[in-house]
């Protein structure tokens, strides 16, 4: 006899709750996350993608899961499963001695051409950040590490698009911010196309809100970057509607990876209790 459904998540309006009363911006209400759970079911089917792939995300409406394995294209069951992880993360770095640093880490060898965002390798790209911790100093040993995985979809001011994966961070170490931009700077050189444009491969800022950090490093929609002049001749980047044929491929891709795929734990580690204490990532 198949389980009867609760109508909602009863943990997952919990986690979502305590996060609205810790001041973090952007959590989304239950018709929020259906409005785009509709709204990305919807763009996929009208774009003809075989309905074996999908079909079953239909029966996701916010209640407990009518699934055994979990996708991350459904936007309840990834906003349930990452929203627990900012609350317990959030209690193991709360009570660190450590600095905090909010820390955004761009490696432009992983930028990708429109139609390509498929061979995007996020082990691969996490395993690199691990190599860069193991080589760290010392101090690094005690260091806690949460974040995600972020794509953006950029547009320079010559037209050009492409995808421009990064890592937010939020980080509890014994280090200054130099020494934060010196330990997690990539490694390899930057691709041929990439050479003499102006970029800082590692951002560090100061957390004033250690929730609000934690939640935006675990954001889960992509945006659209588009590079612009100011009056004074320097570039920045203003937001820009992503095409439909680059939000299809994001969903597609967060069509093949589990909830918490692209989020990332250094110092920490999953468990059934929830997120726990780990040595040295």
């Not at 691969?124 to 995600?148: D, H, I, T, Y």
């Not at 050479?195 to 250690?210: A, E, I, Q």
């Not at 929730?211 to 937001?239: F, Q």
Request: charged share 35%; net charge positive; with cysteine.
């Amino acid at each position: 006899m198949r389980k009867r459904l609760k109508r909602f998540d009863v943990q997952a309006a919990r986690d979502a709750e305590a996060l609205r009363r810790l001041k973090v911006q952007k959590v989304l209400s239950g018709e929020e996350l259906s409005r785009l759970h509709m709204t990305r079911l919807a763009r996929i089917a009208r774009n003809g993608v075989d309905e074996t792939l999908w079909r079953r995300l239909e029966s996701c409406r916010g209640a407990e899961c009518p699934h055994v394995v979990c996708s991350a294209a459904c936007v309840f069951g990834e906003r349930k499963e990452l929203n627990r992880v900012v609350r317990q993360a959030r209690r193991l770095l709360k009570n660190s001695p450590e600095p905090l640093h909010f820390v955004t880490v761009i490696d432009p060898t992983y930028f990708l051409e429109p139609g390509r965002l498929s061979e995007l390798s996020v082990k691969g790209l996490f395993q690199s950040l691990r190599r860069r911790l193991r080589a760290a100093p010392g101090n690094w040993k005690a260091a806690r590490v949460v974040g995600a995985l972020d794509i953006a979809y950029d547009r320079d001011a010559d037209g050009r698009e492409w995808w421009a994966p990064h890592l937010h961070l939020a980080i509890a170490v014994d280090a200054d911010a130099k020494e934060v931009r010196r330990v997690l700077k990539p490694r390899r050189p930057a691709p041929p196309d990439m050479v003499g444009r102006k970029f800082r491969p590692v951002k560090v800022k100061r957390v004033t809100s250690l929730a609000n950090a934690i939640a935006y490093s675990l954001k889960s929609t992509v945006d659209g970057r588009e590079a612009i002049w100011d009056r004074r001749g320097n570039k920045d980047r203003r937001p820009f509607k992503v095409p439909e044929a680059a939000q299809l491929e994001h969903d597609l891709w967060m069509l093949g990876m589990r909830p918490r795929d692209r989020s990332f734990l250094g110092g920490m580690m999953v468990s059934k209790g929830g997120v726990v204490p780990r040595r040295r990532p």
